[in-house]
């Protein structure tokens, strides 16, 4: 039992899973932020406002999970390039998710836009964790 446990936490315990996680709350902090501040300070409808803060997080989330998290230090241009452009049809991909998942959350479910939105997050992060792992960062062997 003892060796499972072990097992597990070397998997799911590792630097960049902890980084990841640490830079995906410091993302939806400012994905919330932007967002609370769209919708309750200048009164943007919801979703609008959810699409303009996903900007300012997916800007953010790149910065921070290319040096960070995945430690793809490589600043070549085409590198970039490929790296920003799959970077953000994943997020575009998890962008489709959660606004489809606000729109029936709020609108047909009743659920306070907020709560709904906090609910979307803890999937949008999985997804994206696995983007990113599997397709965008991967390393070379």
């Known amino acids: 039992?003892?060796?499972?446990i072990n097992k597990i936490i070397e998997k799911f315990f590792t630097r960049e899973v902890i980084s990841y996680l640490i830079f995906?709350?410091?993302?939806?902090?400012?994905?919330?932020?932007?967002?609370?501040?769209?919708?309750?300070?200048?009164?943007?409808?919801?979703?609008?406002?959810?699409?303009?803060?996903?900007?300012?997080?997916?800007?953010?989330?790149?910065?921070?999970?290319?040096?960070?998290?995945?430690?793809?230090?490589?600043w070549e241009?085409?590198?970039v390039l490929k790296e920003v452009l799959s970077f953000g049809a994943a997020r575009v991909l998890s962008l489709l998710f959660e606004t489809g998942f606000l729109a029936l959350t709020v609108e047909i479910l009743g659920v306070p836009k907020l709560i709904a939105?906090?609910?979307?997050?803890v999937f949008v992060v999985i997804i994206n964790y696995v983007a990113s792992k599997l397709f965008i960062f991967k390393k070379k062997k």
């Open 77 to 79: 241009p085409v590198l």
């Open 24 to 74: 995906g709350v410091l993302t939806t902090v400012v994905n919330f932020v932007f967002y609370w501040l769209f919708t309750d300070v200048l009164g943007i409808y919801y979703i609008t406002a959810n699409v303009i803060s996903w900007f300012f997080a997916v800007a953010f989330a790149y910065v921070t999970n290319k040096l960070f998290v995945f430690e793809s230090k490589s």
């Open 1 to 4: 039992m003892k060796n499972l």
């Open 117 to 121: 939105k906090v609910i979307a997050a």
